[in-house]
């Protein structure tokens, strides 16, 4: 299927839109996995057609630098961004240079410190013994420098990363549910969480409208711009390869058609009781100037909605919403102390 792709007539029109050798590199990278990948060789060829077209679209390589990625579902192929094709997308709005992502494991040497002059020191393996294997994660940090010099850094403890996963993963809660754990969260958390990290530096950051669409249809982009309407993807779930994900998508598909969550829809088909609590909840939520607390206070009314999954994809969203504010909010103050600065 290979030399076939170039020929197909919509693989070709994109390719034309796009810079000779991009086009030949994105088209190697797809080659490379459907001769590498038995499973991806078994989806449908309209399916793979669909990732090409995606990946010239948004003009990233298919399991290169962590780029994107195409995820099996039965036989369905899925296009996926991952925090390497992020950092691609940011970089092209003109404000960052470039990002570094690290992992801090436990046998790290590790320590921060924030204000004016921030400083990380990061000594993998620093306090391991000899033969001692490296320990599982405890932070994930990534360094964002802009073309204006300025430095922007997001720190984040694993407790942090798995609070954010809980809250914003269906995909996470429904293998942790049916107890088949194979999500990528379970196996692939290291990229992940990388993945959440990237997003989070970037999120104040230029947006080109590449970026828009790319928000538009990841569950962990719409996770940081909640503002920007859904798109329902395969299990509304962000997935990059693991061997073990071996999810099903006939199995996945609701047997209902969810409302659309708006500011107009948000309240629609509830009971009394749900709708009244939902409105105290939006109503709680506009006091807090804190993310944490936003999410403490979701988290708390999720706990009270008794296992109801639409009450609890709602709340989430209302919280989504207060978030996306208190980060627009001290994104302009931050632009006027800039400009003030000046």
């Known amino acids: 299927m290979g030399e076939a792709l170039k020929h197909h007539p919509e693989i070709a029109r994109k390719m034309a839109n796009v ?24 989806c449908t060829p ?7 077209g995606d990946a010239l679209d948004f003009e990233l390589a298919i399991g290169r630098n962590n780029e994107a990625f195409v995820i099996p579902y039965g036989k369905k192929a899925t296009f996926q961004i991952g925090y390497g094709g992020i950092v691609a997308l ?7 240079q470039r990002i570094e992502v690290y992992a801090v494991h436990e ?35 990534a360094i964002a420098r802009l073309t204006s010099g300025e430095r922007k850094y997001e720190i984040w403890p694993r407790a942090k990363i798995e609070a954010h996963r ?17 999500s990528t969260w379970h196996t692939s958390f290291e990229s992940m969480a990388k993945k959440t990290v990237v997003i989070a530096v970037c999120a104040n950051l230029t947006k080109t409208p590449k970026m828009q669409t790319a928000i538009e249809g990841d569950e962990l982009l719409r ?16 997935h990059e390869p693991a061997e073990t994900d071996t999810v099903d998508a006939s199995d996945q598909t ?32 506009t006091e807090f ?38 980060r627009a909010s001290r994104g302009e103050r931050a632009k006027k102390k800039d400009t003030a600065a000046k």
């Open 166 to 182: 809980n809250h914003f993963s269906k995909d996470y809660r429904r293998a942790e549910a049916d107890g088949k754990k194979n």
């Open 254 to 285: 609701p047997s209902e058609t969810p409302i659309e969550l708006t500011p107009q829809t948000i309240f629609e088909g509830l009971s009394d009781p749900a709708r009244k609590r939902l409105q105290t909840l939006d109503a709680d939520l």
């Open 107 to 141: 046998g790290d040497e590790f320590a921060y410190e924030l204000g004016d002059e921030p400083k990380i020191t990061h000594k993998p393996e620093a306090r391991m013994k000899p033969g001692e294997i490296r320990g599982e994660i405890t932070h994930v940090y």
């Open 289 to 326: 100037d804190d993310i944490l607390a936003v999410e403490r206070c979701a988290e708390t009314a999720k706990k009270e909605a008794g296992g109801d999954v639409d009450e609890m994809d709602r709340i989430q969203w209302l919280a989504d919403r207060r978030a996306a504010a208190i």
């Open 19 to 42: 810079a000779p050798e991009v086009s030949n590199y994105i088209l190697g990278s797809f080659r490379a996995l459907i001769r590498d990948s038995e499973r991806v060789r078994n």
């Open 90 to 96: 940011c970089k092209r709005g003109g404000e960052l």
């Open 223 to 238: 996770s940081f711009f909640p503002a920007l309407p859904p798109v329902q993807t395969p299990l509304d779930a962000e």
């Open 46 to 52: 309209e399916s793979l057609i669909d990732c090409l």
